[in-house]
């Protein structure tokens, strides 16, 4: 069974930097589009960034000029830096992976991000 492991969310305060990680625990599967999602109290799930196999990136309009994602070498593996954080963006951050072979959407537990003076 494929699982999706989050990690690097915390609390920082306005304007300050995360970066998150996201790493499927088999490397042997092709990874075709990964994606970040949050989900804040009260509020509906939003797209964040999604990444394709060949890199190619698309942000909410929300994070946009804030937020990078990027996947690392392997292709397991997805980042999202967040930078110029707001008070808004405190929210429970997961990440999703389409793969190969495999019909469902994986989905990781997430992870919290807290901004706060």
């Known amino acids: 069974q494929v699982q999706l492991v989050e990690s690097g969310g915390g609390l920082v305060q306005p304007g300050g930097s995360l970066t998150l990680s996201c790493s499927a625990s088999?490397?042997?599967?092709?990874?075709?589009?990964m994606a970040w999602h949050r989900q804040a109290p009260g509020k509906e799930r939003e797209l964040v960034a999604l990444i394709s196999y060949g890199g190619s990136t698309s942000y909410g309009d929300s994070v946009k000029g804030r937020f990078t994602i990027s996947r690392g070498d392997a292709k397991n593996t997805v980042y999202l830096q967040m930078n110029s954080l707001k008070v808004e963006d405190k929210a429970v951050y997961c990440c999703?992976?389409?793969?190969?072979?495999?019909?469902?959407?994986?989905w990781g537990q997430g992870t919290q991000v807290n901004v706060s003076s």
């Open positions: 088999k490397t042997h599967l092709s990874f075709l589009t």
């Open positions: 999703n992976a389409k793969v190969q072979g495999i019909a469902n959407l994986l």
